[in-house]
């Protein structure tokens, strides 16, 4: 189901305002996205990144609790994880996934990015 089609559903269901209940899908990632070239990444995706050459992922801005996680599937290229600005995850400014499988999931406190 669509992330547009998730909210309406959410909204009809519940109580929660359209802005509430996207921030309910972000929290807890709610769309699987398969890349091989650069890409931004959306609250609360999963990314499933894969190019012989290397990509980066760029997280959007620091949300809070918002949630973003980025595999490496491919078989060889390093994926890096990027800051869209002078945020960080865990104090650095990039996070790098080398290996094929490695993976990282990144919240924000609304100012920076940590790995859980």
Excluded: C, F, H
Excluded at 103 to 109: F, I, P, Q
Aim: hydrophobic share 45%.
């Amino acid at each position: 189901m669509a992330t547009d089609a998730l909210i309406a559903e959410l909204v009809y269901r519940s109580e929660l305002t359209p802005a509430a209940a996207a921030d309910v899908l972000a929290r807890i990632g709610s769309n699987v996205v398969t890349v091989t070239a650069d890409y931004t990444a959306k609250y609360g995706e999963t990314v499933l990144a894969s190019k012989a050459a290397g990509a980066t992922v760029n997280l959007p801005t620091p949300k809070v609790n918002a949630r973003v996680t980025v595999v490496n599937t491919g078989a060889s290229g390093t994926i890096t994880v990027n800051t869209p600005g002078s945020e960080t995850i865990n104090g650095a400014a990039t996070a790098s996934l080398a290996s094929q499988y490695a993976k990282v999931t990144v919240v924000s406190d609304g100012t920076n990015w940590y790995q859980v």
